[in-house]
T-cell receptor
Framework: GENVEQHPSTLSVQEGDSAVIKCTYS??????FPWYKQELGKGPQLIIDIRSNVGEKKDQRIAVTLNKTAKHFSLHITETQPEDSAVYFC?????FGAGTILRVKS | DAGVIQSPRHEVTEMGQEVTLRCKPISGHNSLFWYRQTMMRGLELLIY????????DSGMPEDRFSAKMPNASFSTLKIQPSEPRDSAVYFC??????????????FGQGTRLTVV
């Protein structure tokens, strides 16, 4: 099956700073790259996704970049806010990364 | 739409008992997934269905686990007999993608199972 590695496992940033989470994968045939956010007591929820025909996609403070040659894609959160504190997952073909606990300190 | 609906939200049972978790996917979605989440193993795909047919059950840990989807609006995950190591949060998710791999998966709120 797909191998997905996600880093870092935990990330602590000051409110207003940026956060970057990276996922590497092995299957070069993958063409859909989503990021999910999981808040306490809830199921994961899609926050942004990208398809292999583009290199970057933005939605307000959130962006995803894709490097198909290097087989990695990254989640970028700018101007972080306390409500961004959650667990973030990348996913590939139904396989989820190990997750990143993001803590935004105010 | 109310989203993916799972029941119960919490289940506490004694070792050896049968446990049945239930899921109602979003209407019109043709792929349904069962995941298990633990601190040690993260989010693991147990099984997924497409058009009510099980496509991949390689993630089902043992014969004690079984899943069914008798129709497009209902699925169950059964554990018989249950063991303490089955304690986890079980999520059901659904999507529009025929293969379930290339579009957003919508997750339910999960069932927190505790086996004592």
């Amino acid at each position: 099956g797909e191998n997905v590695e996600q880093h870092p496992s935990t990330l602590s940033v000051q409110e207003g700073d940026s956060a970057v989470i990276k996922c590497t994968y092995s299957d070069s045939a993958s063409n859909y790259f989503p990021w999910y956010k999981q808040e306490l007591g809830k199921g994961p929820q899609l926050i942004i996704d990208i398809r292999s025909n583009v290199g970057e996609k933005k939605d307000q403070r959130i962006a995803v970049t894709l490097n198909k040659t290097a087989k990695h894609f990254s989640l970028h959160i700018t101007e972080t806010q306390p409500e961004d504190s959650a667990v973030y997952f990348c996913a590939l073909k139904l396989v989820f990364g190990a997750g990143t606990i993001l803590r935004v300190k105010s | 739409d109310a989203g993916v609906i799972q029941s119960p939200r919490h289940e506490v049972t004694e070792m050896g008992q049968e446990v049945t978790l239930r899921c109602k996917p979003i209407s019109g979605h043709n792929s349904l997934f069962w995941y298990r989440q633990t601190m040690m193993r993260g989010l693991e795909l147990l099984i997924y269905f497409n058009n009510n047919v099980p496509i991949d059950d390689s993630g089902m840990p043992e014969d004690r686990f079984s899943a069914k989807m008798p129709n497009a609006s209902f699925s169950t995950l059964k554990i018989q007999p249950s063991e303490p190591r089955d304690s986890a949060v079980y999520f059901c998710a659904s999507s529009l993608s025929p293969q379930g791999r290339n579009t957003e998966a919508f997750f339910g709120q999960g069932t927190r199972l505790t086996v004592v």
